[in-house]
T-cell receptor
Framework: SQTIHQWPATLVQPVGSPLSLECTVEGTSNPNLYWYRQAAGRGLQLLFYSVGIGQISSEVPQNLSASRPQDRQFILSSKKLLLSDSGFYLC????????????FGQGTRLTVV | KNQVEQSPQSLIILEGKNCTLQCNYTVSPFSNLRWYKQDTGRGPVSLTIMTFSENTKSNGRYTATLDADTKQSSLHITASQLSDSASYICVVRGNTGTASKLTFGTGTRLQVTL
């Protein structure tokens, strides 16, 4: 069966520090991968999606970047965190662009102080 | 602009009661609509999917409806339980022919009390 792992679960980082969140998927190949952010009291906002290794599309201009060094690995990064980067970050995968259900990781609660 | 709006924003009901959550969308062309349940601090989990040709679909105590003409969907929860307390998110997938970008509603926060 397919599983998705996301870590860490919680993170407190000072302003200006770097960030690296990792997401890996098991049990499937060539998944579509997504990074979402959920601010407090807000809906999920798509940040990045990837249809293959090295292929990253950004949905909104921001202080974050994403990379896909391997087929089932998706990394969310920042060189210098801002207070506004605080939020709940979710990684997800789907099996296809149109009909596949999105399966979510457990999320990372990031607090920038 | 593709949008998904949900109402109410929050809802408190007594255990055992029924409730209905609403979702209106403007996503076009339309592929499918899913209702997700998100427990606090966890990732969303799919409850049901509705495609263009489907009007009603049930999953246990959850029943979703879809009116593709008016672009409205509802999620009805019957005989609510304390474990139903969560956020319910309506997610619409467009049919663009490219790597699809899901459009998420902001969710309805449901609290079931004794």
């Amino acid at each position: 069966s397919q599983t998705i792992h996301q870590w860490p679960a919680t993170l407190v980082q000072p302003v200006g520090s770097p960030l690296s969140l990792e997401c890996t998927v098991e049990g499937t190949s060539n998944p579509n991968l997504y990074w979402y952010r959920q601010a407090a009291g807000r809906g999920l906002q798509l940040l990045f999606y990837s249809v293959g290794i090295g292929q990253i599309s950004s949905e909104v201009p921001q202080n974050l970047s994403a990379s896909r060094p391997q087929d089932r690995q998706f990394i969310l990064s920042s060189k210098k965190l801002l207070l506004s980067d605080s939020g709940f970050y979710l990684c997800a995968w789907s099996s296809g662009p149109r009909t596949g259900e999105a399966f979510f990781g457990q999320g990372t609660r990031l607090t920038v102080v | 602009k593709n949008q998904v709006e949900q109402s109410p924003q929050s809802l408190i009901i007594l255990e055992g009661k029924n409730c209905t959550l609403q979702c209106n969308y403007t996503v076009s062309p339309f592929s499918n609509l899913r209702w997700y349940k998100q427990d606090t601090g966890r990732g969303p989990v799919s409850l049901t999917i509705m495609t263009f040709s489907e009007n009603t679909k049930s999953n246990g105590r959850y029943t979703a409806t879809l009116d593709a003409d008016t672009k409205q969907s509802s999620l009805h929860i019957t005989a609510s339980q304390l474990s139903d307390s969560a956020s319910y998110i309506c997610v619409v997938r467009g049919n663009t022919g490219t790597a699809s970008k899901l459009t998420f509603g902001t969710g309805t926060r449901l609290q079931v009390t004794l």
